[in-house]
């Protein structure tokens, strides 16, 4: 019966032996969630209580449960284990390493939204490949999401939103609705949300059911917009990166504010941006000294 103390333990001895490892071989059978990937890195384990966590740098987060008699154990590869094969419920192996968890009362993935790592803080969005998936909760998830700071490009990925978009159809999705991908999700006005997840939706669906059709902007970088003609871009974004398509000519609905360019102030001169002009004015107030005064930039 480990105590809380053992879990807190078993924490700090897999911590020193997996952290900046790479995973080899991972095993869990009725794992619940996404499968942790070969080659990605331990990030970090934690302990909180009887739940004992390994968090991967992909965002994949194990949370095994201990219960009164489950426990974490950790072994040298070959070594023989102290208890039978048929009670290990997670096998997590290194190069160096083999960390073995033993009668877990639950085993479960997740990838945790970007500030909250416990599951039962949010529980997953509904599946949009479902004809029957409640719009309007995941049109509610979007309007009052955690941080409306962060992109829409990232929101539409965390799985407590929706599930069922991954990088291709989020992609598809925003070019399809003309929403710029890095807009902050608490810019979006309501009409658009609901877009987006009607999109999402009838994409999904039409997944169900068809081969898929012509996509629109993903893998289309360099070649012409099929809306407006400009050309398709492509870049690294969000943590883990993953590569974003987009039209900057056409997908500038809720585009957020450009980056005020300290570098080279005259430029932005010829910016016909309103938060440019705001930039300039506070500039030319301040005799060219850049300050977060925000009474003197906005009189
Ligand atoms: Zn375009």
């Known amino acids: 019966m480990p105590d809380k103390n ?25 794992l619940s969630g996404p499968t942790p990937r070969l080659g990605r890195t331990v990030e970090d384990v934690v302990s909180h209580g009887r739940h004992l966590e390994i968090c991967w740098d992909d965002d994949i987060v194990l949370s095994t449960n201990l219960g009164f008699r489950g426990s974490w154990e950790l072994y040298r590869r070959g070594e023989t284990w102290r208890k039978p094969q048929r009670m290990a419920r997670v096998v997590v192996e290194t190069i160096d390493w083999v960390a073995v968890c033993f009668n877990a009362r639950d085993v479960e993935t997740y990838r945790p939204d970007s500030f909250v790592r416990h599951p039962n803080f949010g529980r997953l969005g509904p599946d949009l490949h479902d004809a029957n998936a409640n719009i309007n909760e995941c ?43 890095l807009a902050p999700v608490g810019l979006l006005p309501q009409s658009t949300c609901v877009e987006i997840v009607r999109t999402a939706s009838a994409m999904l669906q039409q997944q169900n059911t068809e081969a898929p059709s012509d996509l629109f902007a993903y893998g289309r ?30 997908q500038l609905g809720c585009a957020p504010a450009p980056e005020p360019d300290h570098s080279d102030p005259i430029a932005r001169l010829t910016d016909s941006h309103p938060a440019g002009s705001m930039y300039i004015s506070e500039m030319v107030q301040n005799k060219g000294l850049f300050t977060d005064n925000g009474d003197q930039a906005a009189s």
């Open 139 to 181: 049109v509610r998830r979007l309007m009052t999401y955690e941080n409306p700071t962060i992109s829409i490009a990232d929101v539409l990925l965390d799985q407590h939103v929706a599930t069922g978009i991954g990088n291709v159809y989020r992609c598809e999705v925003l070019w399809s609705s003309e929403v710029h991908p």
């Open 221 to 250: 970088n360099g070649q012409p917009c099929k809306r407006c003609g400009g050309v398709i871009a492509v870049q690294y974004h969000g943590t883990p990166e993953r590569l974003l398509y987009w039209c900057p000519s056409c």
């Open 6 to 30: 053992a879990v807190h333990r078993a924490a700090a001895a897999l911590r020193t032996a997996l952290v900046g490892k790479q995973l080899v071989g991972f095993e869990a059978e009725k």
